[in-house]
């Protein structure tokens, strides 16, 4: 049974820093591609980041570029998004997900419907 699980999230004034991890159970991580999403109150759910099965490659959504960085750890099956600057706006709930790929990542990592496999998702909250 496959199973993700996001952790990290939490109350964050603007500009401070989290880290949010993505534990993967059931699969072999360095099969899979992963993706991080969000989705805000009111708002559909929108793709940050991608990371490639290998690692070596990686994908930024403009909002975030810059201020975030995704990792993976394929020994702790494990892929993780190191968040700093944020912003206000940056307020949703953060889910990842898994598909089987071991191609370079680019702009369509964040289509949705290609993942197979979702995390129950971590709240990110940015105020003061």
């Known amino acids: 049974q496959v199973q993700l699980v996001e952790s990290g999230g939490g109350l964050v004034q603007p500009g401070g820093s989290l880290r949010l991890s993505c534990a993967a159970s059931?699969?072999?991580?360095?099969?899979?591609?992963i993706g991080w999403f969000r989705q805000a109150p009111g708002k559909e759910r929108e793709g940050v980041s991608c990371?490639?099965?290998?690692?070596?490659?990686?994908y930024y959504v403009d909002s975030v570029k810059g201020r975030f960085t995704i990792s993976r750890d394929n020994a702790k099956n494990t892929v993780y998004l190191q968040m700093n600057s944020l912003k206000p706006e940056d307020t949703a709930v953060y889910y990842c997900?898994?598909?089987?790929?071991?191609?370079?990542?680019?702009?369509?990592?964040?289509?949705?419907?290609?993942?197979?496999?979702w995390g129950q998702g971590t709240q990110v909250t940015v105020s003061s």
């Open positions: 997900a898994a598909v089987q790929s071991f191609s370079p990542v680019h702009s369509m990592c964040v289509i949705i419907g290609q993942y197979d496999y």
């Open positions: 059931g699969l072999t991580s360095g099969y899979y591609a």
């Open positions: 990371i490639s099965s290998s690692g070596g490659s990686t």
